[in-house]
């Protein structure tokens, strides 16, 4: 226990004060809400080169509808509008001025992108309406101050690899690290965390670093000349295709490096059986939610619920996609945020809530791993557990690290 | 200049009414022009903004392959050119937005001319596929490390929407319409003189003719460049604008779909025609939003059926279709006009 949560728990429990107080007394609205319903708004990717992420806004579209026929929010149903953005910034801007100008919506949850939240920031600080639970593992959301509209969601890129890289300096303090990153933002900002890991020590440890395309068919290259740089450590920073196509490269031309992969390709089922199951062992990475595939999980309350949701709820959804379980719990975390709101449903009292939240640990995240947000605080997971595949099942080893503890 | 005279005579009459009725016409459509920000939403009136954007962008394209015949799935790399000029005088260096737009247009000018003049060497399919490298290419390039210090890099560049001068109590976007409108009607004026001219006839000559067209001592080579500088420099000006208007630019917005859709656009609001260019910037504008409607799941197969039914209604794009009904529609009207005279 910090001071941090402490102040963190004095603060929820003072906001739950203030807004239980007025919300006995009186109802209080801003557009978008009202008795009956409360109008929430996104972007997401349906289209164009990021599609596939588009499965995230069906999920969370199903969750709302089932807790719509539960009897919605303190009886207000949920209206989601969800828009298609293609992965275009000035699509992004133009769609959620409809949203904000047009459909007069709460709130903004879940906007997909780096670039496609860089580009409306401004215009929803300037609007004062939330823009929560971004859907981008950047680093920059949890920014109070400067930006007191918008709240992340995901633990961000940079505390990831810095994790990796105290790992390394720990097991394998005089490793030769080689590194395949995507040449993006979210590529770079990994990069940055693994090179603030190992402090003054990178410039020596990395001996090899090479980055792809996105619109590369594959990286097969890219892991020969990694291979030749006759590195013993692997920090694999890619999306889920390429990082199938490295798994299997790396093994079929004998390199044995301990490698260490990123949480956005942790699936069992979308990455590592198209690499070969076999060709995974070894692998080190991190998790913060449970996937559908692994079989630790298969008789477990939460994920067998889950599974019960998807064919109800979403039938055409893959029940081997984990970003269907991120899009689930995501949801989860913003109904938390209005239930705590009451009737209090104005733009200032859901940041205000969505900052107050409490040890709140939705099942389908790891055990031990908790959502504390605070005034100061924009991030809401910032755990993770480090983790090992031994040929079928991610196990999980060491404590639940946190940020805050490096 | 030597302009053909037209016929002497009742056609001469019939010509210059229908100049004067063109005329009317222009000035009702632009006064509603104006009009218009005052009566729709500010998010509307963003959206008709982007559409002014989108017109000068497909006049510029359309100069370059309508007229000139020469085709490019690159100019998404001009529009982004144009755009991070803007952002980046604006962001770096505080230069007001205004004056953004004129050094954007000048520097695509001179970009588009030397880009022009190797792609020379190549015709048809070949130059197409020339530029659809340098817009494939543009994305990348803007997040080299070199260029990084400048353009932002992946993170991209956020710029300040501008506010009404003198005092005027417009809304930012009211102001950045009207703004955009005033620089559209120079374009435009400025593309249909150029058109309308000598230069014109030399595009077209090149195109349809161009062994004759040389023969007759159009210097090909340097028309051609001439038309691929002055087509980037209208993009150029296009992305300045969309920049201003978006606040925001980032590698992601100028991918090679941006590119694809200018072709579609010129295509769709018909080839070779000055209109033409404000029915296909409607339609980039706000098809796909219609077909995000229509269905979550496939929005661009539901945008391929419109793509497709547009083609096959309107073969010669919207305008053409505009003046094939309108000349059915005077052919009708004239008919029983001819019978009383008879």
């Not at chain 1, 090179?195 to 670093?209: H, P, Q, R, T």
């Not at chain 1, 200032?348 to 908790?370: H, R, W």
């Not at chain 2, 998010?43 to 002014?52: D, K, N």
């Not at chain 2, 209208?234 to 604008?241: M, S």
């Amino acid at each position: 226990m910090s001071v941090k949560h402490l102040l963190a728990s004095a603060s929820a429990a003072v906001a739950l004060a203030l807004a239980a107080t007025p919300a006995a007394a009186q109802k209080k609205y801003d557009p978008g809400a009202s008795d009956t319903e409360i109008k929430i708004g996104q972007t997401m990717p349906y289209s164009g080169p990021a599609s596939a992420y588009g499965t995230i806004g069906k999920a969370e579209a199903a969750y709302f509808k089932m807790i719509n026929e539960q009897g919605g929010i303190n009886g207000r149903k949920i209206n989601f509008i969800s828009l298609d953005d293609a992965y275009s910034p000035p699509k992004t801007v133009e769609m959620v001025r409809r949203l904000v100008e047009q459909d007069e919506v709460l709130l903004v949850f879940q906007t997909l992108g780096t670039p496609s939240n860089t580009a409306i920031q401004k215009y929803m600080q300037a609007k004062k309406v939330p823009q929560l639970f971004v859907a981008t593992g950047a680093t920059k959301w949890n920014d109070p101050a400067g930006n007191p509209w918008t709240m992340g969601w995901q633990p961000n890129y940079q505390t990831e690899t810095t994790i990796y890289a105290k790992h390394i300096l720990k097991e394998k303090p005089n490793a030769k690290i080689a590194v395949l990153y995507q040449n993006d933002d979210y590529g770079k900002d990994y990069l940055k965390g693994l090179k603030d890991g190992l402090g003054d020590k990178a410039k020596s440890m990395i001996v090899a670093e090479v980055s792809y395309e996105v619109s590369e068919p594959t990286v097969d290259s890219q892991i020969v000349q990694l291979h030749g740089s006759g590195a013993d450590v692997f920090v694999n920073i890619t999306t889920p295709k390429f990082a199938a196509q490295a798994i299997r490269k790396a093994f079929d031309i004998g390199w044995k490096p301990v490698h260490y992969l990123n949480n956005v390709s942790v699936g069992v089922g979308s990455v590592l059986t198209p690499a070969g199951l076999d060709k995974s062992v070894g692998l080190i990475s991190t998790a913060y939610l449970k996937d559908p595939v692994d079989t630790q999980w298969a008789t477990d309350k939460a994920i067998v619920d889950w599974t019960a949701f998807m064919k109800k709820y979403y039938p055409d959804g893959s029940l081997i996609d984990n970003t269907n379980v991120y899009g689930y719990t995501v949801a989860q975390t913003l109904v938390q945020v209005l239930k705590q709101c009451g009737d209090n449903l104005t733009r200032e009292n859901v940041m205000k809530q969505a900052a107050s939240l409490k040890d709140f640990a939705p099942d389908t995240m790891l055990p031990g791993i908790k959502m504390n947000t605070g005034p100061k605080d924009f991030a809401p997971i910032e755990s993770v557990q480090l983790m090992r595949f031994d040929g079928k099942t991610w196990v999980r080893f060491g404590p639940v690290i946190s940020a805050d503890a490096n | 200049m030597s302009a053909v005279a037209p016929p002497v005579g009742a056609p001469l009459a019939a010509a210059a009414s229908t100049r004067r009725l063109r005329l009317i016409g222009l000035a009702v459509l632009l006064v509603a022009a104006c009009a218009l920000p005052f009566l729709v939403s500010n998010y509307r009136t963003f959206q008709f903004t982007l559409v002014l954007v989108y017109a000068i962008a497909l006049l510029g394209l359309n100069i370059l392959t309508g007229y000139n015949g020469q085709i490019s799935l690159g100019h998404g790399a001009f529009y982004a050119i144009g755009a991070y000029v803007a952002a980046i005088l604006m962001d770096r260096m505080g230069v007001p937005y205004w004056a953004t737009v004129p050094v954007a247009g000048a520097l695509c000018l001179v970009v588009g001319f030397l880009f022009g003049l190797p792609a020379l060497r190549l015709e048809g399919h070949y130059l197409a596929l020339a530029t659809f490298a340098l817009g494939v290419t543009m994305p990348q390039l803007l997040k080299n490390k070199y260029v990084e210090h400048w353009t932002g890099g992946v993170q991209g560049i956020v710029i300040v929407k501008p506010d009404a001068p003198f005092g005027l109590k417009l809304s930012p976007d009211q102001w950045l319409y009207l703004f955009t409108l005033a620089i559209t009607v120079v374009m435009f004026v400025i593309g249909w003189n150029l058109i309308r001219g000598r230069v014109g006839r030399a595009l077209v000559a090149i195109r349809d003719q161009p062994i004759a067209a040389s023969a007759m001592g159009i210097d090909t080579a340097l028309y051609k460049s001439l038309a691929f500088g002055v087509s980037a420099m209208y993009t150029g000006i296009a992305g300045a604008l969309g920049a201003i208007a978006i606040q925001f630019v980032a590698p992601d917005s100028f991918g090679v779909g941006l590119s694809i859709g200018l072709l579609t656009g010129i295509v769709i609001g018909g080839l070779a025609s000055i209109p033409g260019a404000f029915f296909g910037a409607l339609f980039i504008q706000f098809i796909p939003n219609v077909a995000d409607q229509i269905s979550k799941a496939a929005p661009w197969a539901i945008y391929g059926i419109f793509l497709i039914g547009f083609m096959f209604l309107m073969p010669m794009g919207i305008n053409g279709a505009i003046r094939l009904g309108w000349a059915r529609m005077r052919h009708r009207h004239s008919k029983p006009a001819q019978r009383e005279g008879g």
